[in-house]
């Protein structure tokens, strides 16, 4: 992504936004201008940066735990036939259902406190990462398992010295796919029952009619998942760049 | 290495009900480049994944037998036309990736030599898209020698070369695998005129053995009784076409 393009976008749509607002005139709580926002975000910084960190550590702990547990079920489905009879009609079926419906029931079984926001954020990304390094591990060139069976590689040592190394890029793939989710996803277990988080924060804002609090919390939470989203990628890059 | 055995393989192979190649037999002398000429489709690669046991999607029905009596498919060593490295690892990686995937730890003296050899000396850390098509290749035959089988399997080991690298690679790879039964799969007649102790031209009605030139391989590819082999096997090839 090229910087000063993106900057220059970004400064334009602020103009329009800003435009709009001061022709015509529409009220604070139904459009804030960009002007507003950025003023309410600078008075309001304390309570947005508190709000800011509890998110953050739900976001980076489903993360990292989704990605845990989608690898490792990765594994076991591509070692498996067994597994992969069982268990893949089941995990397609679980993508069917709309998890969001599920955030009460978590929030009840594991409270209001960062757990439940978590795991929303795990169930949300595990299903992507799980898909996308399995797809890897099934598609390995099948050269690379003739020459194994020449050299009389047993099952594990392949898995271990060419179909893992060669699924990495599939796996950053939906590593990276992951980072975008796992906000929405601690986004929405906030939404439904929180006393912290920048979810909960712009729900309370929305609640009081301060729109430009709404505002100034949703970019945050932008600018964070973004720049997750840019940690991550040059995280993964390295995996992505063995392949070529 | 142990002593190179020489391989017989007999029988024909169908695809769902339909006949691959017919019945045939196939003689690898102990110790000497066997080349097995033919056009796609009629199955060479098949023969030849049979021997290394390898999944081919036919159904063969015949025998495979060594003239030691022992097993075929757990002494052999491949190599492809695709060099099949692992982009992931250095070359060094690459060459002793059989150690690997058998737990077991590579000769250093063995690797020492082959680098030598092959000169891949100066090549060692870097990764394969470092490298330039020929110089995989170099890659892919010391990986193919670090196995030390006494039978190796070329599968169209030099055709995505340029010409004269390819020349170079068969020198190459005759110097190197010299005492080992060999079995090049080829579609190239001149391949086969330069690198072949026996040549057989594989149809879809069996095999033609065509006498090579009575000269030491690798022939020069200029050598007058070479190029008249080369031109013999095409015009038999054509003939197939026709």
């Known amino acids: 992504m090229k910087i000063l393009p993106a900057v220059a976008a970004t400064l334009f749509a602020l103009a329009v936004w800003q435009t709009i607002v001061s022709l015509t005139e529409l009220p604070r709580f139904i459009l804030p201008g960009p002007m507003l926002v950025a003023e309410t975000w600078w008075t309001n910084r304390a309570v947005i940066a508190e709000h800011t960190l509890v998110t953050a550590q739900e976001v980076l702990l489903g993360l990292a735990i989704g990605t845990a547990l989608g690898i490792f079920t990765a594994l076991q489905l591509a070692t498996s036939k067994t597994a992969r009879l069982l268990v893949q009609p089941i995990l397609v079926f679980t993508q069917a259902l ?7 029931i978590l929030t009840l079984w594991l409270g209001y406190g960062l757990w439940s926001k978590i795991a929303m954020a795990v169930l949300i990304i595990y299903f992507p990462v799980t898909s996308a390094f399995f797809d890897g591990l099934m598609r390995t060139p099948p050269g690379y398992l003739d020459l194994a069976k020449t050299m009389q590689a047993s099952p594990s040592r392949v898995l271990w010295h060419i179909r893992v190394p060669a699924a990495l890029p599939s796996l950053g793939a939906g590593v990276r796919l992951a980072a975008v989710y796992a906000p929405i996803g601690a986004v929405i277990g906030e939404w439904v029952g929180a006393s912290k988080g920048l979810g909960y924060l712009m729900l309370l804002a929305n609640g009081r009619a301060k729109t430009d609090l709404m505002f100034a919390a949703m970019l945050t939470l932008g600018v964070l998942s973004v720049l997750l989203y840019v940690v991550i990628s040059k995280l993964t890059k390295s995996l992505g760049d063995r392949e070529t | 290495m142990t002593h190179a055995p020489g391989i017989t393989l007999k029988g024909a192979a169908s695809i769902e009900g339909r006949q691959l190649f017919a019945p045939l037999s196939l003689t690898l002398d102990a110790g000497r480049w066997t080349c097995l000429l033919g056009g796609s489709g009629v199955g060479k690669t098949t023969v030849l994944r049979l021997l290394a046991d390898l ?23 491949y190599m492809a036309q695709d060099d099949l490295l692992l982009p992931w690892a250095t070359v060094e990686k690459n ?107 594989m149809t879809p009605a069996g095999l033609t053995s065509v006498a090579p030139p009575a000269t030491a391989v690798p022939r020069a590819v200029e050598a007058m009784e070479t190029l008249t082999c080369q031109s013999d096997l095409l015009r038999l090839l054509m003939g197939q076409a026709a």
């Open chain 2, 95 to 201: 060459i002793t990736l059989g150690t690997r995937l058998r737990g077991q730890k590579a000769d250093d003296a063995r690797l020492s030599r082959l680098l030598d050899r092959c000169g891949l000396r100066d090549h060692l850390g870097k990764r394969p898209s470092e490298l330039s098509g020929g110089q995989r290749q170099r890659v892919a035959l010391a990986r193919t020698l670090m196995e030390d089988k006494p039978i190796i399997l070329l599968d169209e080991p030099f055709s995505a070369l340029d010409a004269q690298t390819r020349a170079a690679m068969q020198d190459l790879a005759v110097e190197l695998l010299a005492g080992r039964t060999v079995l090049v799969v080829t579609h190239d007649p001149g391949e086969a005129a330069r690198l072949g102790h026996a040549i057989h031209v």
């Open chain 2, 55 to 77: 999944p081919t999607g036919a159904a063969f029905d015949g025998t495979i037998m060594a003239t030691d009596g022992a097993g075929v498919a757990d002494r052999i060593a």
């Open chain 1, 98 to 104: 709309p998890v969001f419906a599920l955030a009460p």
